[in-house]
């Protein structure tokens, strides 16, 4: 089944402690981007990548990295979390061109205290 | 810079009857418009798509939104609504100017369908 993964659904974490969250497709989609979805604002594009070790920022890219070694896989990395980091995030991909849309993944809803 | 706006924050019908959810868009460029589906703990599903083909677009689930140029809108119908209908749906922008990789989300209009 054509899918995008991530890992893990739900993470309780306290400030200041690194963590990843992965993200894997099995598609072959070029395009890979990380969203986070806050109550009344939608969501907002962390970083995005176009292809193995083509990577930038979204809109709200402060207090994350991500790296894409491999076309498959896209992790998400808080290197010390805080509090309003607090959020339900997202993963999606693409094939890259934009009339196929993205596919998401199920979320992670992240709680940091 | 583009842009979405869903005119209603929360939406709600009786079942059977119809659904309307509205959406403007503001874009420089030629847009490409998407209504996503967001049930409660799932991810997001793709509904619908405009990519400068009909102007009438058809989706999943008896869904469909027409875009005009005119009013920059791009609102999504359906006839009857069903209970399962129920869920918050997202309006979407991206164009050519910023790259297909860049979605520009609505702040989401949740559906609430009675019986």
């Known amino acids: 089944e054509a899918q995008v993964t991530q890992n893990p659904r739900y993470l309780i974490t306290v400030t200041g402690k690194k963590l990843t969250v992965t993200c894997s497709q099995n598609?072959?989609?070029?395009?890979m981007s990380w969203y986070r979805q806050d109550p009344g604002l939608g969501l907002r594009q962390i970083y995005y990548?176009?292809?193995?070790?083509?990577?930038d920022k979204g809109d709200v890219p402060e207090g994350y990295k991500v790296s894409r070694k491999e076309k498959r896989n896209f992790p998400l990395i808080l290197e010390s979390p805080s509090p309003n980091q607090t959020s339900l995030y997202f993963c999606?991909?693409?094939?890259?061109?934009?009339?196929?849309?993205?596919?998401f993944g199920s979320g992670t809803r992240l709680t940091v205290v | 810079a583009q842009s979405v706006t869903q005119l209603d924050s929360h939406v709600s019908v009786s079942e059977g009857t119809p659904v309307l959810l509205r959406c403007n868009y503001s874009s420089s460029y030629s847009p490409s418009l998407f209504w996503y589906v967001q049930h409660p703990n799932k991810g997001l599903q793709l509904l619908l798509k405009?990519?400068?083909?009909?102007?009438l677009v058809k989706g999943i689930n008896g869904f469909e939104a027409e875009f005009k140029k005119s009013e920059t809108s791009f609102h999504l119908t359906k006839p009857s609504a069903h209970m399962s209908d129920a869920a918050e749906y997202f309006c979407v922008v991206s164009d050519q100017k910023t790259g297909f990789q860049k979605l520009v989300f609505g702040t989401g209009t949740r559906l609430l369908v009675s019986p």
């Open positions: 990548s176009m292809n193995v070790e083509v990577t």
């Open positions: 405009y990519t400068s083909a009909a102007t």
């Open positions: 598609m072959n989609h070029e395009y």
């Open positions: 999606a991909s693409s094939p890259g061109q934009n009339i196929y849309g993205y596919t």
